[in-house]
T-cell receptor
Framework: GQNIDQPTEMTATEGAIVQINCTYQTSGFNGLFWYQQHAGEAPTFLSYNVLDGLEEKGRFSSFLSRSKGYSYLLLKELQMKDSASYLC??????????WGAGTKLIIKP | ETGVTQTPRHLVMGMTNKKSLKCEQHLGHNAMYWYKQSAKKPLELMFVYNFKEQTENNSVPSRFSPECPNSSHLFLHLHTLQPEDSALYLC?????????????FGEGSRLTVL
């Protein structure tokens, strides 16, 4: 079956760096997405990786290794507003999105 | 206007009620989706409409009935629901089908079935 694994919850300190991992086993691969979802709000797109390597976008970076079925989202200079759930999703061979259950990130002062 | 708007934001209904969720997108997209989001579970795709045609129905019980009158509007009609149907129902849109990737979500309708 198809599966996406990510930690349920993580805690980090304001100003620090945190890495949220995502591992996947899917039938084919057409890209990996990260979404951010604040409590009570809509998920919003953060990043898309289809080739191996690191994509940087301001304080957020996303890394992909297709051979390892692995990605991470790196958040730098953490701010309180980064407290949210982070959803990993993989597009499989049929372009169906397979979702992880999300990682709830708690930022402490 | 926000990109994807869902109403109502909150809904409480009994198991014998009939209600509808509404979604409207102002992005000019051609594909629209209904997802179910339960606590600590992955998003579950329910229905997909591409150019107003239903292209996906993920074995959803018939007590959920979608309707897509045009590419900007999507409804989810609810009847004789069960308590386990209580969840956040998210609508999303994309330029075309899932091949183009990024989804734009509404804020969801929080449904409680008593």
């Amino acid at each position: 079956g198809q599966n996406i694994d990510q930690p349920t919850e993580m805690t980090a300190t304001e100003g620090a760096i945190v890495q949220i991992n995502c591992t996947y086993q899917t039938s084919g691969f057409n890209g990996l997405f990260w979404y951010q979802q604040h409590a009570g709000e809509a998920p919003t797109f953060l990043s898309y990786n289809v080739l191996d390597g690191l994509e940087e976008k301001g304080r957020f970076s996303s890394f992909l290794s297709r051979s390892k079925g692995y990605s991470y989202l790196l958040l730098k200079e953490l701010q309180m507003k980064d407290s949210a759930s982070y959803l990993c999703a993989v597009s499989d061979s049929n372009y169906q999105l397979i979702w992880g259950a999300g990682t709830k990130l708690i930022i402490k002062p | 206007e926000t990109g994807v708007t869902q109403t109502p934001r909150h809904l409480v209904m009994g198991m014998t009620n009939k209600k509808s969720l509404k979604c409207e997108q102002h992005l000019g997209h051609n594909a629209m989706y209904w997802y179910k989001q339960s606590a600590k579970k992955p998003l579950e795709l329910m229905f997909v409409y591409n150019f107003k045609e239903q292209t996906e129905n993920n074995s959803v019980p018939s007590r959920f009935s979608p309707e897509c009158p045009n590419s900007s509007h999507l409804f989810l009609h609810l009847h004789t629901l069960q308590p386990e149907d209580s969840a956040l129902y998210l609508c999303a849109s994309s330029q075309e089908g899932l091949t183009t990737g990024e989804l734009f979500f509404g804020e969801g309708s929080r449904l409680t079935v008593l």
